[in-house]
């Protein structure tokens, strides 16, 4: 193997297991394509009973002097095609003692599906195997062990009461041992969703099929989940009659959890690299959105995703995707900010939620939702773009398998780097957007401006131009009539260079270089037809900034006058902090959106070429403001800085 493909397989293995290396209770490493240790923990290096520093570089049959052949086989065999080997028991002797490891062997995959190396999950298990010969050989020793070590014990009777069961079972589950004994145990322990384990106890134990070996999932008092690997043993009476089982179970809550987490942070930046991918490619909105949408609905193993927009009106799909090729809840669906869902939760709060049942959500309409669509369960988590509530991504399941514990807050750190993708494909969106209005823009106004001029002074100075001819001939013949169209003449250009002065003004007011910005915007306040209440602080603003300032007054007080039905408008100008500020506030019936007039995108526009932001805040009744914020490259002259 090249020094720059193990360099590889170091950087791809350290993401995913320098988290988890630190704390694991269970062996873990990495093994390079010739079988040599380039990631090892101190669990594993303690149980090979060899310093971690000397495991890197070498073999595992090195370190491992006595690894069985045949798990060596299997190894090289993963390598080759890359098939797990789960749950493998080795055998081999350390020390004089016979040593038991069960291990789980992964394949580590680049992007290309190739294998790079074996991921290593593996726990030395040899003191419960010799706890399982100490209960055969001896029913005495059995007790002194199962009363001292940290693995479960417990007998059951034909009808599934506990008999006997040591204090490990206590410690993990929350009980007092006393409580436990005669209790039934899948009454106390078999979670909701397995309630079926209890049909084949009694069969299995009598018809001597109970598993030697099984794993299962145990409800702790507090309502918390277990796992445990069980060795279970049927117990006889003298006569050979089953009457009971005993199992021994070894906690491996921590291992599956680790191996998950595993699985889950290789499959979480899979679906990551696969979402930055379509967004580098400058897509559609629409093409991200279901793209964000399939992939965390294919990660979370969900039957149902969406991507929702938090609109100031409603709750807007924007993207959705179903396990069965049809969206449950398609794009373009509308929900109200009242409810109870998940995602309404997410909306309110601004964290995490889950809904794990029908019987949990109170509003009646979210319930009519979850019933015809199927829902069973759901989780949601807040997309924030720009330190803003932009939306939230919801994924629902329609089995009656809920969502793990965490979920929820695993799926809000997807968000969190979807939002991301999501903020530079609305960033190009925007900019896309923003240059062909731009353009359009430009176009209008020279077309408007030829047009001023071809129908206003144009024709006034083609007129004067005639009307000089004719006195030009008028005086050898008529001095008095050629006086009068000299007068005529002289009101025509008047008229002329008044329109002239009108155009002037429509690119950039005299008045505002000329006087500056407060005088500008007294002349808007007395030309308005309400009355306005106009501060504005005494300083000197940069040129571009003064301009947007005009701009942005003129036609917030235009658009109050046409369609605000207002009493009173309120202007101001101000500086806070760094930025300067301009509000334009009036009482009519609000419901302006930048999204229903060119004059406030245009606007947005001109702001967002200063760096700076429009805000709106017009809810229907409640009148309308229009704040414009700006950054100041530099303090302007006069500044009075102020908290927001």
């Not at 589950?173 to 049909?199: A, K, M, N, V």
């Not at 077309?447 to 004719?470: K, T």
């Amino acid at each position: 193997m090249t020094h720059a493909t193990t360099s590889r397989l170091l950087s791809e293995s350290a993401t995913i297991l320098e988290t988890i290396l630190a704390t694991a209770p269970v062996g873990l490493g990495v093994l390079d394509r010739e079988l040599r240790f380039v990631r090892v923990n101190e669990a594993l290096a303690r149980g090979n009973g060899v310093p971690r520093e000397e495991h890197l570089g070498r073999t595992i049959m090195e370190v491992w002097s006595t690894i069985p052949p045949s798990l060596v086989d299997r190894l090289r065999e993963l390598m080759n095609h890359g098939e797990a080997v789960i749950d493998d028991l080795a055998v081999s002797e350390h020390d004089g003692r016979c040593r038991y490891v069960r291990g789980s062997y992964y394949p580590v995959l680049d992007d290309a599906g190739e294998v790079l190396g074996i991921g290593v999950v593996v726990s030395d298990i040899t003191e419960r195997t010799v706890a399982e010969d100490a209960l055969r050989s001896s029913e005495r020793r059995l007790r002194e062990l199962l009363e001292n070590v940290q693995l479960v014990a417990v007998s059951l009777d034909l009808d599934g009461r506990i008999t006997y069961c040591n204090p490990y079972l206590a410690e993990v589950t929350g009980w007092g041992r006393e409580e436990l004994l005669g209790r039934d145990w899948y009454e106390t322990f078999t979670p909701p969703e397995r309630e079926s384990h209890r049909e084949w106890f009694l069969p299995a134990v009598v018809a001597e099929r109970m598993p030697a070996h099984s794993e299962s999932t145990i409800r702790t008092r507090g309502g918390g989940r277990r796992i445990l690997w069980w060795n279970n043993t049927v117990i006889r009476d003298p006569d050979g009659r089953p009457v009971g089982a005993t199992s021994l179970g070894e906690d491996v809550t921590e291992r599956r959890r680790a191996e998950h987490a595993l699985e889950m942070l290789a499959a979480e930046q899979t679906a990551l690299r696969r979402v930055a991918t379509v967004v580098a490619g400058e897509p559609t909105q629409e093409l991200l959105f279901e793209t964000v949408s399939t992939e965390v609905g294919r990660l979370f193993g969900a039957q149902s995703s969406n991507l929702i927009r938090n609109d100031s009106e409603a709750l807007l799909v924007i993207g959705g995707w179903g396990e069965a090729g049809e969206c449950l809840i398609a794009p373009g669906t509308i929900f109200a900010h009242d409810g109870d869902s998940a995602t309404h939760r997410v909306m309110r709060t601004q964290r995490p939620a889950r809904v794990d049942s029908l019987a949990e959500i109170d509003d009646a309409s979210t319930k009519d939702v979850w019933l015809e669509r199927g829902f069973r369960s759901a989780i949601a988590a807040p997309v924030l773009v720009e330190g803003r509530l932009w939306g939230a991504i919801s994924v629902a399941k329609t089995t009656d398998e809920v969502f793990p514990e965490g979920a929820e807050d695993r799926l809000a750190d997807f968000a969190a780097l979807a939002a991301q993708a999501i903020a530079n494909a609305q960033s190009h969106e925007e900019v896309r957007a923003s240059r062909a209005r731009i353009v359009e823009a430009a176009d209008d106004a020279r077309r408007r401006f030829e047009r001023n001029l071809h129908d206003g002074a144009q024709q006034r100075l083609v007129s004067l131009s005639l009307q000089l001819r004719l006195a030009q001939e008028r005086i050898p013949v008529d001095p008095a009539a050629a006086e009068t169209i000299l007068s005529n003449a002289r009101e025509e250009l008047a008229l002329g260079l008044e329109e002239l002065r009108e155009l002037a003004r429509g690119l950039h007011p005299a008045v505002l270089t000329d006087r500056g910005l407060a005088p500008a915007l007294e002349l808007l306040a007395a030309r308005a037809p309400l009355e306005v209440q106009l501060t504005v602080e005494e300083l000197v603003l940069p040129g571009a900034i003064e301009a947007a300032a005009y701009y942005v007054v003129c036609e917030a007080l235009t658009n109050v006058a046409k369609y605000a039905s207002a009493s009173a408008a309120r202007v101001g100008v101000r500086v806070v902090g760094g930025d300067a500020v301009i509000e334009v506030a009036d009482d009519g019936v609000g419901g302006a959106q930048t999204a229903h007039g060119s004059g406030l995108r245009g606007l947005g526009d001109r702001i967002d070429a200063l760096g700076g932001r429009l805000e709106i805040e017009s809810a229907p009744g409640a009148g309308t403001c229009i704040r414009a914020i700006v950054p100041l490259a530099s303090p302007p002259h006069g500044l009075v800085r102020d908290p927001i």
